[in-house]
């Protein structure tokens, strides 16, 4: 794995910097994912880029809508304010307090998107989903004009779409893992 194990307790120190040393510790990204890791419990991964149809729609939408299927795997979406390159301390608390729970999905405004899930599994099945309803937003044109209300997917098709897709394809603990089987 070229990703990197840092110890949250300190200022980050690298305990495995993994099979690639090419990498060296990234002190925003140690800032954001401690952040979180502190303040869920529920989120043992995470999942963080900055896609062009993130970046747009985190730059110009005010509320991400449910405009079409995948939207009903990423809700709640929470957002959290954009204060330049992330590396002050004190951002943390803000951080986490603009991620709660349940929400897994986080729109990091003027920045890019971020992901949560119990396993790798998930949070990268969201990532996925959540990139996708981004480009849909972009595709679609609406980073520049309003949703029509005809497009908008009702909180009670949300609610029995996510009940039965979970009924049907998941069990608890194993969102994700179907994908990954080999």
């Given at each position: 794995?070229?990703?990197?194990?840092a110890e949250y307790g300190g200022q980050g120190t690298v305990i495995d910097s993994g099979?690639?040393?090419?990498?060296?510790?990234?002190?925003?990204?140690?800032?954001?994912?401690?952040?979180?890791?502190?303040?869920?419990?529920?989120?043992?991964?995470?999942?963080?880029?900055?896609?062009?149809?993130?970046?747009?729609?985190?730059?110009?939408?005010?509320?991400?809508?449910?405009?079409?299927?995948?939207?009903?795997?990423?809700?709640?979406?929470?957002?959290?304010?954009?204060?330049?390159?992330?590396?002050?301390?004190?951002?943390?608390?803000?951080?986490?307090?603009?991620?709660?729970?349940?929400?897994?999905?986080?729109?990091?405004?003027?920045?890019?998107?971020?992901?949560?899930?119990?396993?790798?599994e998930e949070a990268f099945l969201l990532m996925f989903y959540f990139q996708g309803v981004?480009?849909?937003?972009?595709?679609?044109?609406?980073?520049?004009?309003?949703?029509?209300?005809?497009?908008?997917?009702?909180?009670?098709?949300?609610?029995?779409?996510?009940?039965?897709?979970?009924?049907?394809?998941?069990?608890?603990g194993n969102f994700g893992m179907l994908d990954f089987q080999s």
């Open positions: 794995s070229s990703g990197i194990n099979t690639s040393r090419q990498f060296s510790f990234q002190r925003t990204g140690y800032v954001i994912h401690s952040a979180i890791h502190a303040a869920r419990s529920d989120l043992s991964a995470l999942v963080h880029i900055h896609s062009r149809a993130g970046m747009a729609v985190a730059s110009s939408v005010e509320k991400l809508l449910p405009i079409c299927q995948h939207s009903v795997f990423i809700e709640p979406v929470s957002y959290h304010p954009y204060r330049g390159i992330v590396v002050d301390e004190q951002e943390k608390v803000e951080l986490a307090a603009n991620f709660p729970s349940p929400s897994k999905c986080l729109v990091m405004r003027n920045h890019g998107l971020l992901t949560g899930g119990a396993t790798i981004c480009q849909v937003y972009v595709d679609a044109g609406y980073t520049h004009r309003p949703v029509p209300e005809q497009f908008i997917i009702h909180d009670d098709v949300i609610t029995k779409s996510v009940k039965d897709t979970l009924a049907v394809n998941f069990t608890a």
